[in-house]
């Protein structure tokens, strides 16, 4: 009798050519759909003479434009593709950069959500047996907590949802309940390590094995461990570290696998390409902005959504097995592209210089137009009690900046309770810690 292993069975284990024909099955049945369901593309397709049976390989795609966020925002109705009833869960875009955009998943989608977030927790080595510690939300019209929960369930490993925050209460959990992941905002992490040194706390022989963080990068484009993930390394080596990405628009996740060499791309849930500055595909390997195309949304599907996210893409087979092409690193958000005394930065930069000094409490950074015309950056910091003389710690902070960067930007320090209310205002799923002022 002939056994099927999973990863026959898996698509991410094909080859190249079978990945790329069976997108481009799954492709012509997206615009088919869209085609008969979505009144947004109905006219655009009717708007730019688009016919859909033309469009027959990945390729093909360059001959449709591009959705956009203010397409989302300014015709949010006209997305939905089922009639209201069929909505089980209405979620939000967190609104960082701009308006939030509503979106509204059926029973399908709910049921897609948990099949991606399954997939991605496999990736990153969890199994039934495994205990998962949930520090992000699960309300607040939150898409990411939601899904978390049902991929775990999905998997048939255990969650606990305790949210996001609170260290003590997130010590007082992993010590009860001996979980072996964690998944969180990286930066979080040295908070909860700070935590457990004040309170003599054993961490490093705790239950947890496994971090999975949502939200901040822990690597560089070349794969090794930025200046945030080596600092929780440092300090926690026993502990493995995945990084992933997401967002509500791609109702996708790409995740890394135990080699941190890319987040996986699922090809049965999404298409993306990588655009450059002319809006066509670069070459894999260049980084450019993340469109993707959603493949099996029910509710509200998209075609060609540009993210504003930069990254670049990795073909080639995983040492994991996998062939499905990965994602580096995000570079930072399009939009958020700073151009400092010449030098052209993401805020991610200026995060990890940050993040891996031991004094900074916590931090803003504040983007706005100068006398000149050109950016302004000011970096806004709380320390911590241990830290230097205020003027000491603007030298020292400038001295990072200027050996990490080249350049500095402004450095303001005020009380950490201050900042900390712009870290986390009332309505806020996540952390601000980027205000662009710019006109």
Known sequence: ?????????????????????????????????LNAHSPFYQRMFRSYGIQIDRIRTLDDLIR??????????????????????KIVDYITTSGTMGEPVTFGCTDRD??????????????????PGNI???????????????????????????????????????????LRMRPDAVM????????????????????????IRKIIGIGEGLRNQDFSLNLLGRRIHEKWPEVELYATCSSTEMSATFSECQYGMGGHVHPELIIVEIIGDDDFPVPDGQPGEVVVTTLGVEGMPLLRFRTGDIAAKCVGQCRCGRWSYRLTPLLGRKNNMIKLKGTTLYPPAINDVLDNTPWVENYVIVVRDSDAG????????????QAPESHTAVKDLKDRFRSRLRVAPLVEILPADEIRLINFPAKSRKPIKFIDQRK
């Open 374 to 385: 050109t950016d302004e950056v000011v970096v806004r910091c709380g320390l911590m009690p």
């Open 184 to 207: 969180c905002v990286p930066s979080f992490i040295l908070r909860l390590l700070q935590y457990a040194e004040e309170h003599n706390i054993d961490y490093r022989n705790s239950s």
């Open 64 to 85: 449709i434009p591009f959705t956009g966020k203010k397409d989302l925002q300014l015709f949010n109705d006209d997305f939905l593709c089922v009639p209201k009833e």
């Open 1 to 33: 009798m002939l056994i099927t292993s999973p990863m026959d069975m898996d698509i991410e284990y094909k080859s190249p050519d079978q990945i790329r024909a069976f997108q481009e099955d799954l492709l012509r049945q997206h615009l088919a759909y």
């Open 110 to 127: 709910l049921d897609r959500l948990a099949y991606n977030e399954k997939k991605s927790f496999a990736c990153a080595g969890l199994a």
């Open 132 to 174: 998962l510690q949930l520090m992000t939300t699960i309300d607040k019209r939150f898409m990411a907590g939601l899904a978390y929960f049902l991929g775990i369930r999905a998997l048939g490993a255990s969650i606990i949802r305790v949210g996001n925050g609170i260290p003590e209460l997130q010590w007082d959990t992993i």
